[in-house]
């Protein structure tokens, strides 16, 4: 008899690491059926990954609505996967991280006494409003879930701490590392890739030259709304003036409140590039072409060190310290001159750009999304068997 599975996603985050591991189900589909749902949590920028993974959802709930609000979205998504799931029996559902996709499809199937699977687990900063909402979201989520796919020893750790059952806490590395891997492959196996990415860009009149150093810039944080997203712009603009020879590339988030300090403080510097989001190849493309990475995102702090290039993080905490011990990593806050003062020093200072580079890199070899196929199926047929 077939398992059936079923894997939630709403963000593209959340695609870009769970895509991997439905592509590794579906190559056994004579064992287990493998559906997806799409909450449209993201709508334009979900979209794009899934076509690049050639998935084709078998549900789209299709949430997205202008001026969303956390409590809207976890409603919706609640309401409606309650409903898929007493309609269509599942074995296991897949959540990913800390979304509130993953909060709100966590509870639907809890609630349902359908067990949750989730990946990624185990991540912490213990500090409820940072990042916020998402450590509440992901402790939640551990709390609920029955099987716990971790990135690293400490992630688990963390669980065991919490006395989680460790009977299913496994470590796999992150299965972002697979997308990574995946993705730079497909880049550079076809030049025709690359053209059409350095067109794209040149369309939004960023003026692609890979002789000049880039700084890669993102920045979406909520905690950082107000003064802290000023901080990052001044810091930003007073670093543009003062190095005009390097090119800082921001694909700049849609939400106004990242938009709107952006677009008024740094719209009109020759070597600031403000480009709209860019779909998943290209920005792959573009953190293999930068010098370094100055970002308040989870994600980069677990792709960067297989490319090679130092990050920055404008927060006051990460969930990910393993980046950090590694050294290829750094957290320097929202702080206009501290931001300033980094990005000068990696800019200007050889020895220290070699030593945040040639790192190993914690979360993975790019084969977690066959950890947690065979680790499934090593459950269903023990299962079976008793």
């Not at 500090?127 to 400490?154: A, K, L």
Request: glycine residues 4%; charged residues 20%; neutral net charge.
């Amino acid at each position: 008899m077939k398992w059936k599975n079923l894997f939630v996603i709403g963000t593209r985050p959340e695609a870009i690491k769970l895509l991997p591991v439905i592509k590794e189900f579906q190559k056994h589909n004579l064992e287990c059926e493998t559906n997806v749902c799409v909450t449209g949590q993201h709508r334009q920028m979900l979209d794009q990954v899934i076509s690049l993974f050639g998935v084709v959802p078998e549900y789209d709930f299709n949430i997205m609505k202008k001026n969303q609000n956390i409590a809207y979205v976890t409603s919706s998504i609640l309401n409606k996967l309650n409903s898929l799931l007493h309609n269509n029996r599942y074995d296991f559902v897949y959540i990913h991280g800390d979304t509130s996709t993953a909060l709100a499809s966590g509870l639907a199937s809890f609630y349902a006494k359908i067990s949750v699977v989730h990946i990624e687990a185990g991540l912490r900063t213990y500090d409820i409003n940072t990042p916020w909402p998402e450590e509440m979201n992901r402790q939640v989520c551990d709390r609920i879930s029955s099987f716990h796919f971790c990135p690293t020893q400490q992630n688990a750790q963390n669980l065991i701490s919490e006395h989680i059952n460790r009977e299913h806490i496994v470590i796999t590395g992150n299965t972002v590392i697979d997308a990574l891997l995946m993705t730079k492959e497909l880049i550079y196996s076809n030049p025709r890739f690359q053209d059409k990415i350095i067109n794209q860009l040149r369309e939004e009149r960023y003026k692609v030259n890979i002789e000049r150093k880039m700084i890669l810039i993102t920045g979406h944080r909520r905690e950082s709304f107000g003064k802290g997203f000023l901080n990052i712009c001044n810091a930003i603009k007073e670093l543009a003036y003062k190095f005009p020879e390097v090119d800082f590339v921001y694909p700049v988030h849609l939400n106004p409140n990242v938009q709107k300090p952006v677009y008024t403080i740094l719209g009109n510097i020759n070597n600031v590039y403000l480009i709209k989001p860019q779909d998943y190849i290209s920005f792959v493309w573009l953190m293999d072409k930068c010098y370094a990475i100055l970002t308040d995102s989870g994600g980069i702090q677990e792709e960067a060190p297989s490319l090679n290039k130092p990050v920055f993080v404008m927060r006051e905490t990460t969930e990910r310290p393993e980046a950090l011990l590694s050294g290829a990593v750094k957290i320097i806050g929202t702080d206009e001159e501290n931001i300033k003062e980094n990005i000068s020093k990696i800019l200007n200072d050889s020895a220290y750009y070699c030593s945040m580079i040639n790192k190993i890199n914690p979360y993975g070899d790019g084969k977690a999304s066959q950890r947690i196929y065979n680790y499934m199926r090593r459950y269903i047929n023990e299962y079976f068997k008793n």
